[in-house]
C-alpha cells in the first residue's frame, strides 16, 4: 500500500497538467502581500504573516471573499501584478503545469483606481515571459463579479474590448447565491460576439439550476466547480452527454463548505458517472495547496487510482482553449510521463 501510494505520489508530481480554474488574485501568498503592502505604503489588518495566515479560516464563500478582496487592494503597480502572476507561475513550473488559463478580476481593482492597463500589461507580461523560458503557455480569461450586477459588467466589457486579443474568455465568478447567470446574458452574448469565449463558475454554492442556465443563456464551454450538478440527475446525464468540462477545486471546495470533508468530495463519483472532470487549485494562497497538493489530497482521500488521475490529466488538455497541436503535444508528453512512473 505504502510503496503503491508512493508510485502515485510520483506520478501525480509529474504528470504534465493544465491548471484551468486558478485566480491570479488567490495566487496572493501573505509572504508578498506584506511586501506589495509595504513598497505601496499601505496598512495591513494583520501585523504578522503568521496572523494573516490563522484569519484563513472561512465559513461560506462570502467570508472568504470578504478576505480576498481586502487581500487584493495592495495590488496597485504593473511591477505588482507582474510579480504576482510571476511567483504564480515558478510554482506551477515546478509542479509541471504546461499550460495554464488564468482568471482575473478587473473590477476589483479599477474601482479602487488602477487602470484596466495597468493590470493586464503586469499578469500579460509575466505569462510571456512563462512562455519563452518553460514553454509553458497560457490563456487569460476575464471574470465578472456577478455581485456587482450586470450593468457593471457591461463596462467592464467595454474596457476591456481594446485588448480582447490578450483574453480567450470571459467567465463569471464571486458570491453565486443570489445572483442568477441569466442576470448575465447579454453582456456574455456581446462579449461572445466580439469572439470571446464563455465559462462561468456555477454549481458551487448555487442549485443546479445556475448550471443549466451557464450552459443554455451565457453559452459556456466548461462549467467552474460545477459539483451542485450532482442534485440533479437530468443534468448530470446532459453534462456526460455533452462532455461538458467542470473544472473542480478539490481543496477549495473543502476550506468554503461546499463539501463537509475531503473524503465526502463527489470528485471520485464524477469520474465514475462519467464526467469530464478537471482538478484545479482555485485560490491556491489561500486554500492551502496548489494543483500538485489537490491532486494528492484527492488521491489520498478518494483513493484514486493510476487510470484516474491519468484520466483527469487528460480531461485537463481536452478542456483547455488549445489548437489540436498543442493538445497532442500535451498527450505526448503524458504518454512519456506515463511510461516513466
Ligand atoms: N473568486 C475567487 N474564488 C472564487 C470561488 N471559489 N468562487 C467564486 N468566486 C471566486
Ligand atoms: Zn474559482
Not at 471573499?65 to 502572476?85: H, I, K, M, P, S
Not at 497560457?138 to 474596457?159: H, K, N, V, Y
Not at 483527469?312 to 489540436?324: I, K, T, W
Request: proline share 5%; glycine share 6%.
Amino acid at each position: 500500500m505504502a510503496q503503491e501510494t508512493t508510485a502515485l505520489d510520483a506520478l501525480i508530481r509529474n504528470v504534465p497538467k493544465a491548471e484551468l480554474h486558478v485566480h491570479v488574485e488567490g495566487t496572493l501568498e501573505p509572504e508578498l502581500m506584506f511586501e506589495f503592502a509595504r513598497r505601496n505604503s499601505l496598512e495591513l489588518p494583520y501585523r504578522t504573516v503568521e496572523v494573516a495566515r490563522a484569519a484563513y479560516s472561512f465559513g461560506s464563500l462570502r467570508s472568504f471573499l470578504d478576505l480576498y478582496y481586502q487581500g487584493a487592494a495592495v495590488l496597485q503597480e504593473e511591477r505588482d501584478f507582474y510579480e504576482l502572476t510571476r511567483a504564480y507561475l515558478e510554482r506551477a513550473n515546478a509542479q509541471r503545469v504546461r499550460h495554464v488559463e488564468l482568471f482575473f478580476d478587473p473590477q476589483i481593482h479599477t474601482a479602487r483606481g488602477v487602470p484596466f492597463e495597468v493590470v493586464a500589461r503586469g499578469i500579460g507580461r509575466a505569462l510571456e515571459d512563462a512562455q519563452a523560458e518553460w514553454g509553458m503557455t497560457s490563456r487569460l480569461i476575464m471574470c465578472f463579479l456577478r455581485d456587482l450586477g450586470p450593468e457593471a459588467a457591461l463596462a467592464t466589457l467595454e474596457e476591456a474590448l481594446p485588448h480582447a486579443q490578450e483574453l480567450v474568455a470571459v467567465g463569471l465568478d464571486s458570491a453565486e447565491v443570489g445572483h442568477p447567470p441569466d442576470d448575465f446574458e447579454e453582456v456574455f452574448r456581446r462579449a461572445r460576439e466580439r469572439g470571446l469565449l464563455a465559462v462561468a463558475h456555477a454549481g458551487e454554492e448555487g442549485p443546479p439550476e445556475f448550471v443549466r442556465q451557464a450552459l443554455d443563456q451565457l453559452r459556456a464551454r466548461r462549467i467552474d466547480h460545477g459539483v451542485r450538478a450532482l442534485e440533479d440527475p437530468d443534468l448530470v446525464e446532459r453534462l456526460v452527454r455533452e462532455r461538458v468540462p467542470l473544472t473542480v477545486c478539490p481543496l477549495s471546495n473543502v476550506k468554503l463548505g461546499v463539501v463537509s470533508s475531503l473524503r465526502a468530495h463527489p470528485l471520485r463519483r464524477m469520474l465514475e458517472l462519467g464526467l469530464m472532470v478537471t482538478v484545479n487549485s482555485d485560490d491556491p494562497a489561500y486554500f492551502g495547496g496548489y494543483i500538485t497538493e489537490n491532486f494528492l489530497a484527492a488521491q489520498r482521500a478518494l483513493d484514486l487510482t493510476r487510470e484516474q488521475i491519468l484520466t483527469l490529466a487528460r480531461n485537463s488538455y481536452a478542456a483547455a482553449f488549445v489548437d489540436e497541436g498543442r493538445r497532442r503535444q500535451l498527450e505526448d508528453e503524458l504518454q512519456a510521463v506515463a511510461s516513466e512512473f
